[in-house]
C-alpha cells in the first residue's frame, strides 16, 4: 500500500500506528497541535501490560527499546490508612508483569523508530470534513489543509475526528484528580519519601485519596483524588498555587503531615485534572475512509489501562491495513470489528477500579484486589 495514513495527535497510540506500518512499509504523516517533542511533561510513570502494551511493543519492534527504559522496582506497593500506618506492603521481587517505565521515556523511543518528517509539529486542528468516496480534508490553524484516504483520529479526549463518526461527547463523572510534584525528595523530603516507598503508595478513604508513584530522579508523582463537583473545582483559583494547595490539603485535615506534603510541598503548581469518559462501549456506525484510537475512541476513568490500550489498538490497526492492501474499509472494518468489543469490558474494570479507590469500602476494596480476599475492617 503506497497510500499515506493521516494520523491526528502523537501520542503514544498514534505512533505506535506510525512504527507498526512503518515495519510494514506503509508510510504516515502524524500531524500534532504540539510546537515540538519537548514543549510539555508527557505525565508521569505507566505499568506496561503483557497483553496489550507489551504486545504492541513487539508489533513495532521495540521490545529492546522498551526493556531499556524500564524503572526496576518501581512495581513495589504500599497501602497507608489516614495516618500513614502501613496496610499493605508488597514490594517489587522482580517477577511482576507489568513492569513501569516514564511514559516520556517510551513516546522517545517510539518518536526515535519514525523517519525523520513522520511527525509534523504545531499542526493543530481546526476542522475535518469528508470529501465523498472515503476521503477526508484536515484543516489547521494555520489555514493549511491536507487531504487523506485514510484518517485516523488519535488525538485523546476531545478528538476534532471523531464528530466525523458519532456524536458522544465526554461527560465529567464527579472525580478529580490534583497533580503535583516532590523532587529530590530523599534529601528534603524524606519522611514522605519513606512512606511512599520504591513504588507506588495508595492512602484512600471514602471519596478521596492520596495516591503518589516514585519515579526515576528522586521524585514524587502525585494525584490527589476528590470526589467533587465541576463547581468546586471552578472554585478554586489554580492560577494561584499556594491558595490551591491549601484548599485542596483542606479536605485532608487530620490526615500524617508526611501525607499532607505531598500537596502542601508540591515544587509545581497543582493541575486539576478533571475525569472525564465517554458512554460506557462507545461504538459507532462504519464510516469510509475514517477510525479512532485510544482516548478519541474509548475514554474511560483512569484505570492502568489507557495508555496500554492506545498502544495496543495503534499496533491492531496498523497491521489490519498491512493485511488488506488496497481495501482501506476491509482494514478499518475489520480492526473495529475487534475493537468495540475489546474495549466495551474494559469500561466496567475502569469503573471498579476507581470504586475500590473511592468507594465505600476504600481502602480495604483496593487492598482485596491485591491480596485475592475480603478484608472486613472499619475504615479508620
Known amino acids: 500500500m503506497n497510500t499515506t495514513v493521516t494520523i491526528i495527535g502523537a501520542g503514544l497510540g498514534g505512533l505506535t500506528l506510525a512504527r507498526v506500518l512503518h515495519v510494514h512499509g506503509i508510510p504516515a504523516a502524524v500531524y500534532e497541535a504540539d510546537p515540538s517533542a519537548e514543549s510539555r511533561t508527557q505525565g508521569g510513570q505507566l505499568d506496561i501490560h503483557e497483553d496489550d502494551g507489551q504486545r504492541a511493543l513487539a508489533d513495532a519492534d521495540l521490545t529492546d527499546e522498551f526493556r531499556a527504559i524500564i524503572h526496576e522496582g518501581a512495581e513495589a506497593v504500599r497501602m497507608l490508612d489516614r495516618h500513614g500506618e502501613v496496610l499493605l506492603d508488597a514490594p517489587d521481587d522482580g517477577t511482576a508483569a507489568r513492569p513501569e517505565v516514564l511514559r516520556g521515556d517510551l513516546r522517545r523511543i517510539l518518536l526515535g523508530s519514525l523517519p525523520d518528517g513522520t511527525v509534523q509539529w504545531g499542526r493543530k486542528v481546526t476542522g475535518v470534513r469528508p470529501l465523498g468516496a472515503g476521503r477526508h480534508e484536515v484543516t489547521f490553524t494555520d489555514g493549511s489543509t491536507v487531504t487523506s484516504e485514510i484518517l485516523v483520529g488519535a488525538d485523546g479526549a476531545w478528538s476534532k475526528v471523531r464528530p466525523l463518526l458519532s456524536g458522544a461527547r465526554p461527560e465529567y463523572i464527579g472525580t478529580t484528580f490534583v497533580e503535583t510534584y516532590l523532587r529530590d525528595v530523599d534529601r528534603r523530603h524524606p519522611a514522605t519519601a519513606a512512606a ?102 474509548h475514554l474511560m476513568p483512569p484505570s492502568g489501562d489507557g495508555a496500554n490500550l492506545a498502544m495496543f489498538d495503534g499496533a491492531e490497526l496498523g497491521k489490519a491495513i498491512a493485511a488488506h492492501p488496497g481495501d482501506v474499509e476491509a482494514a478499518l472494518t475489520a480492526y473495529e470489528e475487534a475493537l468495540f468489543p475489546r474495549s466495551e469490558g474494559f469500561y466496567a474494570d475502569a469503573h471498579e477500579i476507581l470504586d475500590l479507590c473511592l468507594g465505600d469500602r476504600a481502602p480495604y476494596g483496593l487492598i482485596d484486589l491485591f491480596t485475592g480476599g475480603p478484608q472486613e475492617r472499619e475504615v479508620a
Open 196 to 297: 511512599v516507598g520504591d513504588g507506588a503508595m495508595y492512602a484512600l478513604a471514602p471519596g478521596k485519596g492520596i495516591v503518589a508513584h516514585r519515579e526515576a530522579g528522586d521524585v514524587l508523582h502525585t494525584y490527589v483524588e476528590l470526589n467533587r463537583s465541576a463547581e468546586w473545582v471552578a472554585g478554586i483559583d489554580f492560577t494561584d498555587p499556594a491558595a490551591a494547595s491549601a484548599r485542596v490539603a483542606a479536605e485532608f485535615d487530620g490526615w500524617a503531615p508526611h501525607l499532607t506534603a505531598l500537596i502542601t510541598d508540591g515544587e509545581t503548581a497543582p493541575v486539576a485534572r478533571m475525569i472525564h469518559t465517554l458512554p460506557d462501549g462507545h461504538r459507532w456506525d462504519r464510516v469510509p475512509g475514517v477510525t479512532l484510537l485510544g482516548d478519541a475512541a
